[in-house]
């Protein structure tokens, strides 16, 4: 089936630091790929999406490359924010079948002053 | 900027209680989704709908119900809440790429802060 796995969290950075999360991808076919942010109290947002092979999504200043060699969609920012601090989330929404979109766990972002 | 609304946004409720909560969108959209979080964060689908008087049951069973009545209006139910069902939950919408496209990236609303004592 499909699946989306991230790096295991927490993850605590100081302010201006390079930011890597890592995520990996199981599917059939040809899926969509997300990063979905979510602040403290809030829903998930939308970061950045790519829909097919070497599609690079950016947003905020973070970025993310479809590699389907490798299967994977790592975020990345080059120098974070305390304002980043939240809960992203890595996800797919598969070419066929159901076309549900499918999370990964989450990791935890703290950016300390 | 999405339009998606949920109420209310906390609920504090005892055992035993009817409850609903609401979930609007003004987008058009034809699926809806609603999820619950748990504190650990993920993310588990615990209903969706197609478009009206469609329902379909998620991937994590559920004592709730829903229903779509209307395209826009997608609220979920527990007729008699317990603890076990203190949570959040996330209601979401998104539409398909063009006529018989695949579907886009859905649209969350804030969520539904629910604690039952």
């Known amino acids: 089936g499909n699946s989306v796995t991230q790096m295991e969290g927490p993850v605590t950075l100081s302010e201006e630091a390079f930011l890597t999360i890592n995520c990996t991808y199981t599917?059939?076919?040809?899926?969509?790929l997300f990063w979905y942010v979510q602040y403290p109290g809030e829903g998930l947002q939308l970061l950045l999406k790519a829909t097919k092979a070497d599609d690079k999504g950016s947003n905020k200043g973070f970025e993310a490359t479809y590699r389907k060699e490798t299967t994977s969609f790592h975020l990345e920012k080059g120098s974070v924010q305390v304002s980043d601090s939240a809960v992203y989330f890595c996800a797919l929404i598969a070419s066929q079948g159901a076309q549900k979109l499918v999370f990964g766990q989450g990791t935890r972002l703290t950016i300390n002053p | 900027e999405a339009d998606i609304y949920q109420t209310p946004r906390y609920l504090v409720i005892g055992t035993g209680k009817k409850i609903t909560l609401e979930c609007s969108q003004t987008?058009?959209?034809?699926?809806m989704y609603w999820y619950q979080q748990d504190p650990g964060m993920e993310l588990h689908l615990i209903h969706y709908s197609y478009g009206v008087n469609s329902t379909e049951k998620g991937d994590l069973s559920s004592e709730s119900t829903v229903s779509r009545i209307r395209t826009e209006h997608f609220p979920l139910t527990l007729e008699s809440a317990r603890p076990s069902h203190t949570s959040q939950y996330l209601c979401?919408?998104?539409?398909?790429?063009?006529?018989?496209?695949?579907?886009?990236?859905?649209?969350f609303g804030p969520g539904t802060r629910l604690t039952v004592l």
């Open positions: 599917a059939t076919g040809y899926p969509s």
């Open positions: 987008m058009g959209h034809d699926k």
């Open positions: 979401a919408s998104s539409s398909r790429l063009g006529l018989g496209g695949t579907y886009n990236e859905q649209f």
